[in-house]
């Protein structure tokens, strides 16, 4: 049985397939899809979905390319090790990235971004659905 959390998450972060893998240092991620209504139940309009999807900076990694987290020249690991995981909540740049939308049903479609390992800003160790884009 899910969870209303789980539920929300799935609406955030729908299950699709993203139909791209990172080559080298990049990092690909999913963009936290806006709610279609608030809280108290009402149907949010098409600009206000823009407006939040558009400054939402909140993802979720879905691939790492083979050199990501690694130095160039010998390829040993950082010794920091990876910044993040597959299935880790990150904080991305508003601006930057490769950005794409895949279509998860006729009416939404969920939006995929490839960074450089480097653009990762950092690991959202909160829930994810509680950060605010800033608008």
């Given at each position: 049985?899910t969870t209303i959390y789980e539920n929300a998450l799935a609406e955030a972060f729908p299950a699709v397939e ?118």
């Amino acid at each position: 049985m899910t969870t209303i959390y789980e539920n929300a998450l799935a609406e955030a972060f729908p299950a699709v397939e993203a139909g791209i893998q990172p080559f080298g240092s990049r990092v690909l991620v999913q963009i936290r899809t806006p709610k279609s209504t608030s809280a108290g139940g009402i149907i949010l309009s098409t600009d206000t979905k823009d407006t939040e999807k558009w400054n939402t900076q909140v993802a979720k990694v879905v691939s790492i390319g083979p050199v990501a987290f690694k130095n160039r020249t010998t390829l040993e690991a950082w010794p920091e090790g990876d910044w993040c995981q597959v299935g880790d909540f990150v904080r991305v740049a508003k601006y930057g990235g490769d950005r794409y939308e895949v279509p998860v049903n006729s009416n939404e479609s969920a939006m995929f971004v490839i960074f450089n390992d480097l653009d990762i800003i950092g690991k959202v160790l909160t829930d994810p659905l509680k950060i605010k884009a800033f608008i």
